[in-house]
């Protein structure tokens, strides 16, 4: 007789656990057993059926595998917050009954935790941990420009602004910027690290608020994790391209508002971080030691003696040896100093792009965003410096010879009583406003500064981000194709429609022309029907209407010939599988039709500004 199944102890019931099973399985408050699922990371799952899962119960409630929370069980965290939770107590305890001095021996030994391990546990490898840190980034600059509270410490703001400013430095010294979008959210940009694009949003310079019902712990408990992984991976950056970490910073410059340009990008000489020697026994073997062992070492490696007998076979034996042995050259010492290294495949990864700006020096007018453009132009290798009023540590002054663009947001004054020198040192100095240095470093390229001249009207500010195909670019331009499937979608109205029947009544002689309209395929060919048409007497107007016309006919029995042959592949296909295949097609019909929207409103703006000039 085989074994009986209980109910609730086999399948869905045993794979699954609802979060109140959870929290008495841990023994912890709700709030500890988020903090350990944000810092492990496990999310609630969504079991095929709620119900068998919840023991028969329809109740709402989330639900988490039971191997998840069997593996909270052994975190070494969990214990930590079990002897805080004691120590609260005990503390509470002490001063309630005003015993200070036992408060304050408890403040001292108050326990704490490190997140080492888990960074460790999440991302075995460097490559991972990179990918992962386009969230670290953009928690860790938002954080930066919040107002401390009694919530947000300011020493936690300054340890995202710390680690913000190290992050720039690099991008900046390793030249991995690549794209940048200014947005009504703020700032996006892109690095390329180690082969992985990074992406981060950073916040304008204006006053944070803190909204009240957003949940700021669990924020907290995120950063908390972030600040520990971006310490990882920072250290790792820097060394790997030769540099200290962390960057020393200068407290006086700080103060005065220098930014960035308080800490100092220094090269690690050879030696700086020490190895430690491990024997056999595992014991790391001091300096006396390893001195005796080289002495040895030499000692071993003097020259033999000539004065040594050897023996006739022996010398035989030797002679032959010799006379079989042939010498090859080594290339071992050759290929390892031929082996790249990750500094200098940083260096050749280098694009002329990342010198953009190298030619050129910049002064940023008190108006403009001076931390902003400050990284991007010293990011592609250009020179920049800014007025007092922006911030102390300029390396450049206003009066400087070599400064050929100044980075103005202002309209254009008439000057008066201005020098004959103030004149000249105008007329070599290009006034450019902040998006000419955006657009360059989006195209690549160093733009004509015509349309971005101070006080112009600029052109659109595009995403260099919305690479998808079959997405609309604006940059393109239109063709008489685009239009004509552009219009194809738009009713006719009754003046249109009466103008067909005028022409279809009328003697053009255009049956002939619209034959061959509907055989036409291409734009060289359809301009040959057009000049067909034209000589036949045929108006354009009429012609237009003939070929939207065709087109739509055309298009209407391709599209229910692919139709029938679509639904003949769904039926084949799983009611699962079938599913996702339908929301494919809506994502891609929705795509299409925002892109014709777009292409409508452009053709209409085209139409506008033709009927005006």
């Known amino acids: 007789m085989g074994r009986l199944k209980q109910k609730g102890k086999a399948g869905a019931a045993k794979a699954y656990m609802t979060r109140s099973a959870a929290v008495k399985k841990l023994q912890c408050s709700l709030a500890d057993f988020r903090r350990l699922c944000i810092l492990k990371g496990i999310f609630p799952r969504e079991p095929r059926s709620r119900k068998k899962a919840n023991k028969g119960s329809t109740a709402p409630t989330s639900f988490y595998y039971a191997k998840d929370i069997a593996y909270l069980a052994h975190e070494p965290v969990l214990n930590k917050l079990r002897e805080h939770k004691a120590f609260a107590k005990k503390i509470s305890r002490a001063i309630g009954r005003a015993e200070w001095s036992i408060a304050k021996n408890l403040e001292d030994s108050k326990p704490t935790y490190r997140l080492d391990h888990i960074i460790k546990e999440r991302y075995p490898t460097f490559i991972d941990a990179v990918r992962d840190i386009d969230d670290a980034l953009c928690m860790v600059f938002l954080f930066a420009s919040l107002p401390s509270n009694d919530r947000i410490s300011p020493s936690l703001i300054a340890n995202c602004s710390r680690l913000a400013a190290e992050w720039q430095l690099y991008v900046m010294h390793s030249r991995s910027l690549r794209k940048v979008f200014l947005s009504i959210k703020g700032i996006y940009y892109q690095a390329e690290v180690m082969d992985q694009d990074v992406t981060w949003l950073v916040p304008y310079q204006f006053t944070q608020n803190i909204p009240s019902d957003v949940d700021v712990r669990v924020m907290l408990t995120f950063l908390e994790l972030y600040q520990t992984l971006l310490g990882f991976v920072f250290f790792k950056l820097y060394t790997d391209v030769g540099l200290v970490y962390p960057p020393p910073l200068d407290a006086t410059r700080d103060e005065a508002g220098a930014g960035i340009g308080a800490f100092s990008v220094q090269v690690a000489e050879k030696g700086m971080i020490p190895i430690p020697k491990v024997g056999k026994t595992g014991k790391t073997a001091s300096t006396k030691e390893v001195r005796q062992a080289i002495k040895t070492i030499t000692a071993d490696a003097s020259p033999v003696r000539e004065d040594i007998d050897i023996e006739p076979s022996e010398a035989v034996k030797s002679t032959e040896t010799e006379e079989e042995f042939v010498v090859l050259p080594s290339v071992a010492t050759d290929a390892a100093e031929s082996l790249p290294t990750l500094q200098s495949l940083s260096e050749t990864r280098k694009s002329p792009t990342t010198s953009l700006f190298s030619p050129y020096?910049?002064?940023?007018?008190?108006?403009?965003?001076?931390?902003?453009?400050?990284?991007?132009?010293?990011?592609?290798?250009?020179?920049?410096?800014?007025?007092?009023?922006?911030?102390?540590?300029?390396?450049?002054?206003?009066?400087?010879?070599?400064?050929?663009?100044?980075?103005?947001?202002?309209?254009?004054?008439?000057?008066?009583?201005?020098?004959?020198?103030?004149?000249?040192?105008?007329?070599?100095?290009?006034?450019?406003?902040?998006?000419?240095?955006?657009?360059?470093?989006?195209?690549?390229?160093?733009?004509?500064?015509?349309?971005?001249?101070?006080?112009?009207?600029?052109?659109p500010h595009l995403s260099p981000f919305g690479d998808k195909p079959g997405a609309y670019d604006p940059t393109m331009e239109l063709s008489h194709l685009e239009e004509a499937s552009a219009s194809a979608s738009v009713p006719e109205s009754e003046d249109e429609k009466a103008s067909e029947r005028d022409v279809e009544e009328g003697d053009i002689g255009g049956g002939v022309e619209v034959m061959s309209i509907g055989n036409a395929d291409g734009s060289e060919s359809l301009r040959a029907v057009e000049l067909a048409a034209e000589a036949a007497g045929m108006e354009y107007g009429a012609f237009a209407k003939e070929v939207r016309k065709l087109q739509k006919t055309q298009a209407t029995e391709k599209r229910g010939a692919d139709q029938g042959e679509e639904d003949m592949g769904k039926m084949l296909l799983s009611n699962k599988k079938r599913k996702l295949y339908e929301r494919m097609k809506y994502g891609e019909k929705r795509r299409a039709t925002e892109r014709e929207t777009l292409l409508k409103k452009r053709i209409e703006i085209e139409r506008r500004k033709r009927g005006s000039t």
Do not use: M
């Not at 103030?422 to 500064?449: A, F, H, M, S």
């Open 361 to 459: 020096t910049f002064f940023l007018s008190r108006e403009i965003s001076r931390p902003v453009f400050e990284f991007l132009v010293r990011s592609f290798g250009g020179r920049v410096g800014w007025s007092t009023s922006s911030g102390s540590g300029s390396p450049i002054a206003e009066s400087d010879d070599s400064i050929t663009h100044v980075v103005i947001d202002r309209p254009v004054i008439n000057r008066v009583n201005e020098s004959v020198e103030e004149k000249e040192r105008r007329r070599k100095r290009r006034y450019i406003q902040p998006q000419w240095i955006v657009d360059c470093i989006n195209t690549g390229k160093v733009l004509v500064e015509d349309l971005y001249v101070q006080g112009a009207t600029l052109p």
